[in-house]
Structure formats: C-alpha cells, structure tokens
C-alpha cells in the first residue's frame, strides 16, 4: 500500500522538478500524436466529405468496411508497419523502424480509418443539405468540399480531438515500431508500461496523471468551443 | 483558459489530498484489509496452487514449461508462472503477491533475504550471457577478442558501434551495467541505445539495426533461426548467470503457500529434477541452457 | 432564361409523381406554380433547379440542356432556408467569392442588398441564430446578390412575419424589372401569386391543370 502512496507522492516531485527525461517523453508523446492526427486529417477529412456526400456503388458495404477498420487494434497496425520497414521488408532500406517517423507512420495509419469514417458519417448525414445550398449558389466540387468542411468545422474538430485521443494513449503501435528506446522513441504509454514491469511506479503515475491533464484539458477546450455556439 | 487551470489545480489538490490523507494509519491495516480480495488461497483438494514468480528470460527459455508439469503431476500443486522483471519479481514478493521466486540477481537476493522478505536462498542453476553482433563483425571482436568481455565492450564504446541495452533493470540489464562499470565506461551516447524490453525484443532490434548485444544463451538459441547475429563473445566468467530460489517470508501475506513453496524448492534442489534441468535444450540446441549446480 | 420540359415523367419508387407534356416558362416572367399539396410542385421546381436528376423526359433552358454554366446562372430558395454558420454579411458575400468577383464590387453589391433588404443591423450577427423570417430575407439576398437569370423560390414566404413578406415581394418584383431575370415561384398562397406573377401554372396530382 504505502508504495502507492509514495508512488504519487514522487510522481508530484517528479513533475514538478521539471524532470529532463520525463518532459522528453511527454513532449515526444505529444509531438508524434499530434503529428500522425494533422497528416491523417488532411488526407481524411477532404476524401471523407467527398465520400458521405457522393453516391457510388457498394457505398453500403463500403461504410461497413470503414467501420470496421475504425477500431482496429492499434497492435495490428504496429505489426504491419514493423513488417513494411524491417530490413528485410520492402521500405527496409530507408532505416524508418524504431525511429519518432515509424511512430508517426504507424499512428498515422491508426487514426486515418477513424478520421475517414467519422468524417463520412458525418457529411452523409448532414453534408448533402449544405451540398445542396453551395450547388445552387453556384459552387464546383472543390467549393463545395471547402464549405461543408467550414460549416462542420466543430464536429469536425471533436472527430480530429477523438483520433488524437486514440493516437496519444495507445501503447501497441508505437511500442512496436517505435521500441520504447530511452531519449529516442519513448513515449508515454510505453514509459507506463515499461516503468511498471520495472517496478517502478512513480515515473508510471507521474506519466499517467499527465496522460489524464492531457485528455482533460483536450475535452475543455472542446466543450468550450461547443459552448461557444 | 482560466476556468481550465483552476479545475486542473483542483484535481491536482485531490490527488495531493489523496495522498496526504491515507500516509499515516492505513499502512499497519494492509495485510488484514486485502483479505477478501484474494483467489484461492487456502490449498485445496487438488493440492492448491503456487504463484512462482520469475524472469522474463527464464519463462522465454522454455525451461519452466518442461519440467514444472512433472512436479505438478508429483505433487497436485498447480504452479501460476508470473514472468516479470528481476526488479518487479522481488517487489512481488516483498508485497507478498508470490509464494516463490526464481531469479537471477545473486546480489539483490541476497540483500532480499537479508531483509527478511525470503526465507532462505539456495542455487539452482546457472547459465550464461554471450555478447551477440552482426555475422561480419565489423569491430573484428570476434577474432581480438573472443574471450574478454571487458575489451569488447571497450573497443564498442570506443568505436560507437551501435548497441542495444535491455534497459528495463531486469537481471540481464543489472549484469550487463555492472560489466560496463567494471570496464569503466559510462553507456551514454549516439551509439547506446536503452530499449526497455524484453530479451526477445533486443534482439530483433539488435538485428534490425545489425547492433551488439549481451544476451542470455537460451533466448539466442531459441531465435537464432530468425537473426542474422552471431555469437560474438562467449566463455568469460563475467558472463556467467546464477540462478537462486527463495521462498516468500509466509510472514508477509496471509495468503502465501508456505507448504508448497517449501515443497518446489526440494524439488528444485533434488538429484532427480537438477538431471532434467541439465537436459533441457540438448536435444533441440546441442548444448544444455542451464548447468545445475545445487549444493 | 426561358423554361421548356417536355414529356417530363417522374416516378417515386412505382408512384408517378409528375407528369408534364409540355410545358414553357417564358423568359423574363414571373410564374406562380400553385396546387395543394403532393400536387409535385417542389418536385418540379427541384428538377428544375437541377437537383433532382431522377426523371424521365427533358428539361431545357434557352433551348439547352442543362450544364455547368446554367448551373451557375440560376439558383433555388428553399421554403426552410440553410445558412451558413458565419456572419450575414459572409453568407450574402459567399456566391460573389467563389465566382471570384472582385473584392471591392463584391462590398458595393452585399452592402446594396443588405441596404434593400432593410437587415443593415443583422449584418455581424451569425447567420444561423436569427428568426424565421430574417433568415428568409437573408437567404434571398444571397439568392439575389449574384444576378442569377433563373430564379427558383420554394414557398419563400411560408411562416414568416407579414412585414418579412413585403421586403422580400417588393425585392423579388424589382429584381424581375431590373434584369429581366426569369423567376419561378412554388406557393399555396393565391393572394401572392395574384400581386406578383405574370402567369401561372395550377399543378394537380402531378399534371398541369387550367
């Protein structure tokens, strides 16, 4: 019991001695998460618009593939990326495995099916009203892809906050592709993980509480925002 | 923005709360107050169950699993394998969450037991870490130095050749810093890489980044199919590996299987199970993983 | 722009909604489209404006069949307006903007309309927060503001203040006198179409009565 308590305890000191290793390791988290969600949005959210607004054959079958591939096991996505960038796999020779990019990568490739399919099931939901409105002022395909972005912007903008969530506290991925290496491709959750196998538990709660202010104050700025309207 | 840092202060207050709070008198209740949690602690018909607590790179061996369904079918005790670090192994016992330990940090053992936390320590067995690199060897250790730890780790650090640490303060980790310290050399840099996992996770990273690595011989072997690492050092006595059993002081926690544990250890320690120990790993490598050497 | 459909037929599942022989809408008129309702009115303004494409038949402008330019030079006000979660001011600009008009004549023409539209001080409000009827007038100006020469109205005037209906009858006539644009209107309101329309068109279980 008392290794709990003085678990926190150290934890408090630990973040509020602005301990070198740990704020690394934050900001590596923070770094890759937001990166991997910003290149995932910019591919999705333009495709996912386009998508939920346009009819094609299969659309059905097509939504249900997306969704599936929504929650797919972050472990998954490591694997697969690991197997693509080891030295014997085809991006082998660009020495991308167990480095912040494979981490990106991998993040990356997590959040695009999540990004995508929130994106589609919203603008099949509400973007054939404003497509409707932006055709008959006169719009063209890309206008009209502009617009319902900007007119979806806060839904929009929870969907990306949700995939950065997902990005930044799943430990599968990364800890695959990235190696959990001290100063290198450490991140948050894989310090947890790690920290804990070690039997050390402050450096685990202190990350973990960070992990908890993070998604905290994410959620405030939303509902703020929300509010706003 | 400022609403936000007020509610974070706040949380943070309760947690600083929570932990002032339950400091002082919770700590004496602790045995008695997990009572109720805890499966299966009185031996049952079947002769009950054991948690033996051991290392990642000795449940990776594959040695447990082949000699521990004999004692079970001896004895009726079930033996629950918890594979863990050296460093969390130890914690679990001194928490009393493991009847028995099977590790290899004769150092920490012994200080365990000193502190009363195990009953007694006795040898079992030991092996050996080899260092492993890429088949062509770049730092030519193979051939200056094949038998000296201590000068290829040198020529390593010196060279910054690439190589991957354990880095998870496991028994292998602990063996592989105190040779570093022995050789006088502080592991920092471009070149060390500290990865915090496993043993089989090394060496796929040593072999992705065709790097250097101390590993136990029984994880190597038991990869070798798949690296393209080679033996590179081998045969120092620096490198061999002792493995001790302890039983858990009963004392710790209500829930410990004294009787059992006492029980493992015997047959650990006997003629009988230190002969399948020694022949563990022949037929499927050539050579034993694990030389018994108890007393 | 003048209107022709011809043999226009336009089924919803096994049920004919619409069927039209023939029928032209002139150039430079206002034409009322009455009849109750599910007499296929808005189905046929919805054709019309493009947005419905499963029909049978054709539907021509200027002797053309619909495209990209069309598209472009006429528009559709619906009975439940959608505007943009912006300012009025930036919802009226938008059709000018992505036309590329310049800047400055872009601010003559929005601030113009607003002018005429008495909504001076709606302008900086968000769009999407007004009442019934400044959200009509809003979404007409829009409608105006880029001179399309068609335009559809789909019972603009429904559920609004009696002050709203009289800026936006006033616009519309006058908008029809300064650019000669032809101008549809779908309502149940026979008042109405009697004050503003040149001719009228009475629709009956989707086919054009007398």
């Not at chain 1, 959210?45 to 009819?55: D, R, Y």
């Not at chain 2, 706040?10 to 002032?20: D, E, K, P, T």
């Not at chain 2, 009988?272 to 030389?291: H, K, R, Y």
């Amino acid at each position: 019991m008392d290794y709990i308590l003085e678990g926190f305890r150290e934890a408090l000191k630990l973040l509020t001695t602005f301990d070198r290793e740990i704020y690394g390791i934050i900001s590596l988290s923070l770094m890759v998460s937001t990166t991997a969600t910003v290149v995932a949005a910019l591919i999705c959210i333009p495709i996912g618009i386009h998508l939920g607004i346009k009819n094609f054959r299969g659309k059905r079958a097509f939504s249900r593939i997306l969704y599936t591939f929504m929650s797919i096991p972050s472990v998954i996505v490591g694997l697969m990326v690991a197997i693509i960038l080891s030295r014997k796999g085809p991006l082998g020779r660009f020495d991308l495995l167990y480095t912040p990019k494979a981490m990106v990568i991998a993040q990356t490739l997590l959040v695009i099916p999540l990004i995508l399919g929130l994106t589609y099931s919203l603008s099949k939901n509400r973007g054939k009203e404003i497509e409707n409105v932006g055709i008959t002022l006169g719009g063209n395909k890309k206008d009209i892809i502009i617009l319902i972005i900007k007119e979806l912007r806060l839904d929009l903008m929870v969907n990306v906050v949700t995939a950065f969530s997902r990005a930044i506290s799943e430990v599968g991925a990364v800890m695959i592709v990235g190696g959990n290496i001290k100063y290198r491709t450490r991140v948050i959750t894989t310090t947890i993980s790690m920290m804990k196998s070690m039997g050390d538990y402050p450096t685990a709660i202190a990350l973990g509480l960070v992990l908890l202010v993070i998604s905290f104050v994410i959620n405030s700025i939303i509902y703020s925002y929300s509010g706003e309207d | 923005m400022r609403r936000f840092l007020v509610l974070t202060l706040s949380i943070l207050l309760i947690f600083a709360m929570l932990v002032g709070c339950t400091t002082g008198e919770n700590q004496e209740v602790e045995g008695p107050e997990d009572n109720g949690e805890v499966v299966e602690s009185e031996p049952s018909e079947d002769g009950g169950r054991l948690i033996l607590s051991t290392t990642t790179s000795t449940e990776n061996s594959g040695l447990l699993g082949h000699i521990l369904p004999v004692f079970e079918e001896e004895t009726g005790i079930k033996v629950d394998v918890v594979a863990v670090g050296t460093g969390e192994a130890l914690q679990m016992g001194k928490d009393g969450d493991a009847d028995i330990l099977l590790v290899h940090a004769k150092e920490s053992e012994e200080e365990f037991v000193a502190e009363g936390h195990g009953l007694e320590r006795h040898d079992v067995m030991y092996n050996d870490f080899i260092l492993v690199g890429p088949e062509d060897d770049p730092l030519k250790l193979k051939e200056n130095a094949p038998e000296d730890i201590l000068k290829g780790l040198k020529a390593v650090a010196e060279k910054g050749a690439t190589f991957i640490s354990r880095g998870d303060d496991s028994g292998t980790h602990k063996r592989e810093l105190a040779i570093w310290g022995e050789a006088d050399i502080q592991p920092e840099g471009e070149w060390y890489y500290s990865a915090g996992a496993g043993m089989g996770d090394v060496l796929t990273m040593a072999n992705e980044k065709q790097a250097y690595t101390l590993t136990d011989r029984g994880t190597y072997l038991s990869m070798k199919d798949t690296l393209d690492l080679e033996i590179i050092i081998e045969g120092d006595d620096k490198l061999f590996n002792q493995y001790g059993i302890i039983p858990v002081n009963p004392e710790k926690s209500d829930h410990i299987n004294a009787e059992g544990a006492k029980k493992l250890m015997d047959w650990f320690l006997s003629e009988e199970t230190q002969e399948l120990i020694g022949e563990f790993g022949v037929e499927e490598f050539g050579q034993p993983l694990f030389i018994p050497n108890a007393k | 722009m003048e209107i022709r459909v011809k043999n226009l037929k336009r089924y919803y599942s096994d049920n004919l909604v619409l069927d039209i022989d023939n029928l032209t809408m002139e150039k430079g008129k206002i034409i009322g489209v009455i009849g109750p309702n599910g007499s296929g009115k808005s189905t046929l303004l919805n054709i019309i404006a493009g947005l419905d494409k499963g029909y049978l038949g054709t539907v021509e402008y200027d002797k053309k069949p619909i495209d990209k330019e069309t598209y472009r030079d006429m528009t559709i006000v619906f009975q439940k307006p959608y505007l943009f979660r912006r300012k009025v001011y930036e919802n009226i600009e938008y059709p000018l903007k992505i036309r590329g008009v310049d800047r400055n004549i872009i601010g003559e023409r929005v601030e113009k309309i607003i002018e005429r539209f008495e909504i001076e001080d709606l302008k900086d409000n968000k769009a999407h927060l007004l009442s019934g009827g400044e959200s009509q007038k809003v979404s007409l100006a829009r409608a105006l503001v880029f001179k399309p020469k068609l335009l559809l109205l789909d019972e603009p005037t429904s559920n609004i203040d009696p002050e709203s209906i009289k800026i936006m009858e006033r616009e519309i006539v006058r908008f029809n006198k300064e650019t000669g644009s032809t101008i549809i209107i779908v309502t149940h309101n026979m008042e109405q179409s009697r004050r503003l329309c040149d001719d009228i068109i009475y629709l009956e279980e989707g086919k054009v009565g007398c």
